[in-house]
């Protein structure tokens, strides 16, 4: 690669947080190049077609629009020529096998009817505990999401004093499910509510109360489709990297970062080496440091934290129409304590999953033919230790027809006119992820947020960090977090 009269910025990996950090970098006015080992952007944030059908390949919840939104603000351009996305009006329908049926309306006041209609808990308690996730949301975001934990100064501030004047409200010393327990005391609404763990693939019975701050990304931001799918979250934001003259280098796979002295110069790739003033690895923080830095002292206590959950996905051409399914559907299991005891301690596969149905087809519409459904059907799984996978999914698919069958009605396997198979070895070796997790480490421990890496290296200089396994951690929303704090860490160019 030849030298730029600006000063470079070399990025490893275009997942969304590697095209976010790219964005950043550009603004700040370096010439940025992203180096992807795959042929496509959006690592988990991709998309494929089959026999006619559509389907987002991994994430299919957008919440938190606004951190998207700002990328387009900081680099002066209108959102709308690029991405348009609209707030759901009904957030998700939930299905219980007693027959319950919930539907989670975006509006807390018909929520709160609608759980008072169905179940023990009272619209004024339904109330109240959102009120609770509001105020949770609001004293640990300026603090965990939106700085570095690593740097003493961001600590002598106002919202961390206000956090830590506060930390006995926050339940961080008891688990998210006894949280809920004594909150809510049904049990249909305190398993809808431990539920929101797994949106950092944790366990409700483990991770701390804190975790309620979560439903209020949902109910009090809002929970959002982007018009054309997901994907079009990962294209908008390629396109507007590339108007403002960021390079894309496709198939092109990091190998080493190279140190001289105590600073990083440039990156080694299957297509010859990338000199660098600046580099950002957006690669998982195990490999980065396994593979891009074997010459430096891996921080082992970091990096062998406990990673989150990983998933399994069946993505089906359905050849029919479900009217009582909607965007985002979620069938539970009857026991989720056994559940979860088997995915995060016995690392297998509870014979009755809590099953999530993800149909874009319902919100637009030529993502299936005319009359037919593209289902994305997932159950949570233990990340890849080694089991058997090919056991494993043979014995899911049976256990999640057996229960839709059940809980529809109906007679699946007829329906089902193609299929595609994801699972944690094959999202390991598509994006790099450790095991398989689909958020980096868990947030199982109480102390999770302070075991994650920095955004920056302590040992090596012009090298930084971004991604779903780094601070402050995984889903969509974090990770265009990471590449913000990231590149809040590169200095200015004098
Ligand atoms: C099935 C599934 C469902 C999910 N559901 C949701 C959801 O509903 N909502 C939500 O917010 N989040 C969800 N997530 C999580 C979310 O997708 C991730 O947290 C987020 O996309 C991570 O982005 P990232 O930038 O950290 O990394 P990744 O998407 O993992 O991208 C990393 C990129 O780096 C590239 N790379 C790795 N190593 C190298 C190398 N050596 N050289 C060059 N390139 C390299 C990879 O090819 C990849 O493109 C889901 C994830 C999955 C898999």
Redesign the pocket.
């Known amino acids: 690669m030849k030298k730029a009269d600006k000063p470079t910025c070399v990025i490893?990996?275009?997942?969304?947080?590697?095209i976010a950090a790219s964005i950043r970098m550009a603004v700040k006015g370096y010439q940025v190049h992203v180096?992807?080992?795959?042929s496509f952007a959006g690592?988990?944030?991709s998309e494929f077609e089959l026999q006619g059908f559509r389907f987002d390949a991994?994430?299919?919840?957008f919440t938190m629009p606004q951190n998207v939104e700002e990328l387009f603000k900081i680099a002066g351009k209108p959102i709308e020529k690029y991405f348009a996305y609209k707030k759901l009006e009904v957030i998700c329908h939930y299905f219980y096998e007693d027959g319950t049926v919930i539907h989670a309306f975006a509006d807390i006041e018909r929520f709160a009817q609608e759980v008072a209609q169905k179940t023990q808990v009272s619209a004024q308690t339904i109330k109240q505990f959102l009120a609770k996730s509001r105020f949770k949301f609001e004293i640990t975001n300026p603090v965990f999401l939106q700085k570095s934990l690593h740097k003493w100064r961001n600590y002598l501030s106002l919202s961390t004093l206000k956090g830590i004047l506060n930390l006995h409200r926050l339940d961080i010393f008891q688990s998210l499910h006894r949280t809920n327990q004594k909150l809510l005391k049904d049990e249909r609404m305190v398993q809808f509510f431990d539920r929101y763990a797994t949106y950092n693939g944790s366990d409700p019975y483990q991770t701390p109360g804190v975790m309620n701050v979560i439903p209020h990304l949902e109910f009090g931001i809002g929970a959002f489709f982007p018009i054309k799918g997901m994907y079009s979250i990962t294209q908008s934001l390629v396109n507007l990297a590339q108007d403002l003259g960021v390079r894309f280098h496709y198939q092109?796979?990091?190998q080493r970062i190279e140190i001289q002295g105590n600073k990083a110069i440039g990156v080694h790739t299957t297509q010859g080496f990338f000199p660098a003033e600046c580099i950002i690895s957006?690669?998982d923080i195990v490999?980065t440091y396994h593979?891009l830095l074997p010459q430096l002292k891996a921080p082992q206590k970091l990096l062998t934290q406990p990673k989150s959950s990983s998933?399994i996905?069946f993505y089906w051409g359905i050849s029919q129409i479900f009217p009582e399914l909607s965007l985002h559907n979620i069938f539970f299991s009857r026991n989720y304590a056994e559940e979860f005891k088997h995915i995060f301690e016995y690392k297998t596969l509870y014979y009755d999953p809590t099953i999530y149905i993800n149909i874009t087809s319902k919100e637009k519409p030529d993502d299936a033919p005319a009359g037919m459904e593209n289902w994305f059907v997932?159950i949570n799984a233990p990340h890849n230790v080694g089991q058997n996978w090919d056991e494993l999914v043979k014995q899911a698919r049976a256990n999640i027809i057996q229960k839709l069958n059940r809980m529809l009605k109906t007679n699946l396997e007829p329906l089902i006119v193609c299929e595609h198979v994801?699972e944690p070895r094959t999202?390991e070796s598509r994006?790099?992820?450790t095991q398989g997790a689909?958020?980096g480490n868990s947030s199982n421990n109480r102390y999770a947020a302070f075991l994650r890496h920095a955004n920056f290296s302590t040992q090596i200089k012009n090298l930084y960090f971004c991604?779903?396994s780094v601070h402050p951690g995984?889903?969509?929303?974090l990770?265009l977090l990471s590449a913000k704090i990231a590149t809040d860490c590169v200095p200015s160019i004098l």
């Open positions: 490893i990996g275009a997942g969304i947080a590697g180096l992807e080992a795959n690592g988990k944030l991994g994430p299919s919840l092109t796979q990091a957006n690669m490999g593979k998933a996905i997932m994801l999202i994006t790099s992820s689909l958020y991604g779903g995984g889903g969509i929303p990770s």
